[in-house]
């Protein structure tokens, strides 16, 4: 991937400015009381675990447990097509009556969990939620993830997932990547990947708390290092030292935040307020705009990391999820797409 180094803090970014919106709740009247209760569940119970759990190989297998173990949550009124790739495979989830014909527009949904875990059973209500809300198909990919391989063979998979899309009907300006956590950094590696690589861009790129940079030092700085009820920044760090190294030396090109980003489409982040992932939204919204990409940030107030993916029947997740519906219809256009980093 090519890259600029650029290690500035988001206070030292030229004058363009992403759209920064702060939300409150679902009505602006602060968090719905099922936001509280999910909040309440992660600060008691769920951040108890992640701050004990070890980042080593026995604990990377089990966690990759995870996506099987969730093959209960149920995901009604779709149908899904398998799609064998090579290493890999993804499905293809359609709500009732949506035509099999991706010219009309597609999703491709990169699924997060530290590189590490979840896959197409975790996310499968989020993704049929997109579906029916978009009403367009939208190709989940179940990447290969550490310790089977590093990032950027995460990052191929993807690149791999999107290139079958081309090949298969769909059209680069009626594609928009969507991911959330490890998910979105995958969503702006493959674009930046696809960059470089002179394939045709999608026409729009979201990112669901995304993880943006795996050098942590600053995070561990951050306010929200001791805020969030979820992620941890010791494990961050150490999935980054694991993924990312090369002969030891964290690879800095390998972060989206340090991309060649002026090719790419306007962009569309969620954050939590208080998760510390907020430091990547934050950062990578100001450094898309200053590359002059369209870019929108809207920060949740009392919400957890990824919110719309634990619970997406959540007041403030359908929110999220109509935002998101929006973005895609809007970028879902013939000639409104990037063509080989060129604006169509």
């Known amino acids: 991937m090519k890259s600029v180094p650029n290690h500035r803090k988001p206070s030292e970014q030229p004058s363009g400015k992403p759209n920064i919106q702060y939300r409150s ?3 602006l009247a602060g968090p719905s009381v099922e936001s509280q209760i999910l909040y309440s569940a992660f600060r008691w119970f769920v951040r108890p675990v992640a701050k004990i759990a070890p980042i080593n190989d026995s604990a990377i297998r089990g966690a990759a447990l995870l996506d099987k173990a969730a093959v209960f949550r149920p995901a009604s009124g779709v149908s899904r097509q398998r799609v064998r790739l090579p290493g890999f495979d993804a499905e293809i989830v359609r709500a009732a009556n949506v035509s099999p014909d991706l010219s009309n527009g597609v999703v491709l949904y990169i699924h997060g969990g530290g590189f590490v875990s979840c896959g197409l059973n975790t996310h499968r209500p989020v993704v049929a939620t997109i579906a029916k809300l978009t009403g367009l198909p939208v190709m989940h990919v179940r990447y290969r993830q550490l310790p089977d391989t590093n990032i950027s063979g995460s990052v191929e998979d993807c690149l791999t997932a999107y290139k079958w899309l ?7 300006d009626g594609t928009v990547f969507v991911g959330d956590s490890a998910g979105g950094f995958l969503v702006f590696a493959t674009a930046l990947t696809a960059s470089a690589e002179g394939v045709d861009l ?3 790129l979201v990112g669901l708390s995304p993880l943006l940079d795996l050098d942590c ?5 951050h306010a929200n290092a001791t805020r969030d009820v979820f992620a941890q920044v010791d494990a961050i760090a150490a999935i980054g030292r694991l993924g990312g190294e090369v002969n030891g030396v964290l690879d800095h090109a390998l972060s989206p935040v340090n991309g060649n980003l002026e090719a790419l489409p306007p962009s569309l982040l969620f954050a939590a307020e208080g998760e510390v992932l907020r430091w990547d939204s934050e950062l990578m919204a100001d450094r898309l705009s200053a590359a002059g990409v369209p ?8 919400q957890v990391h990824a919110f719309p993916v634990f619970w997406p029947g959540l007041p403030e997740s359908r929110v999220v999820l109509r935002r998101i519906a929006r973005f895609v219809e809007t970028h879902v256009q013939p000639g409104h797409g990037i063509v080989r980093g060129k604006t169509a």
Not at 166 to 172: F, T
Not at 295 to 302: A, D, N, R
């Open 25 to 27: 709740g679902a009505r």
């Open 166 to 172: 081309l090949e298969n009907g769909a059209r680069a």
């Open 202 to 204: 999608p026409a729009g």
């Open 217 to 221: 030092a600053d995070k561990f700085e």
């Open 295 to 302: 870019t929108t940030l809207q920060i949740w107030e009392g």
